[in-house]
């Protein structure tokens, strides 16, 4: 038969228990062996909801046009996950139930660059938004540039198509408040590079040497 005793966390040095939480937990006795399992208590996971909200619009930069199904990420350690959505047909994003804190907005769509809000290209830095409890926050728009494209092949010192050489587009980005190089895209095994989401400036290029020659 299984006993179960519940524990209570009393008073420390003299203070009144008022002054600490009490916790219960679970110590479980297997029938005819003695041994004792403890369980702790279940912890909180629940995601924290609250009255805040953040609109906004998703735009494509070179016409202004609205993009319809752009998504839009958000997150805060408040919230203890990322959370999405999509923007409608006139590229309107809301986000609803938010607690308050210090979140990052980022937004993307296929072939187009994604950005964190208050970027105007990736080798930016963002803008975090301090929201407050009951607050709406609006106007949280993003102007996304569409991405290029870099087309090559790699060949031998005779004029052969290399297969499996690593050709990689590296792109200054901040990363936890730091700017680094990061890579964008990737490569072909038929030696043919199409690397999408890369900006024309501030690019660079790079391949092993001197085993490989690019054309």
């Not at 041994?35 to 279940?42: F, I």
């Not at 953040?54 to 990420?73: K, N, S, T, W």
């Amino acid at each position: 038969m299984m006993r179960v005793i519940l524990l209570l966390v009393a008073a420390f040095l003299g203070a009144p228990t008022s002054a600490f939480p009490q916790v219960t937990a679970v110590l479980q006795t297997t029938p005819g062996t003695g041994a004792s399992t403890y369980q702790a208590p279940p912890r909180d996971t629940a995601a924290k909801t609250g009255t805040a909200r953040i609109r906004g619009h998703v735009y494509a930069a070179e016409d202004g046009a609205p993009l319809r199904r752009a998504q839009v990420r958000i997150f805060a350690p408040e919230l203890r996950e990322t959370r999405s959505t999509s923007t409608d047909e006139r590229g309107v994003f809301e986000f609803r139930d938010l607690p308050g804190g210090r979140y990052t907005v980022t937004a993307g769509k296929g072939s187009f660059v994604s950005l964190q809000y208050g970027q105007t290209r990736p080798s930016q830095a963002g803008r975090p938004l301090q929201i407050l409890d009951g607050q709406t926050v609006e106007k949280v728009d993003f102007a996304l540039p569409r991405g290029g494209i870099i087309t090559g092949r790699v060949v031998d010192d005779f004029g052969e198509a290399v297969a499996d050489i690593q050709v990689a587009a590296l792109q200054p980005r901040f990363l936890q408040g730091r700017r680094q190089l990061m890579r964008a895209g990737g490569h072909d095994p038929r030696a043919r590079l199409r690397l999408m989401r890369c900006r024309a400036a501030g690019r660079r290029t790079g391949c092993p040497r001197p085993t490989s020659r690019g054309t």
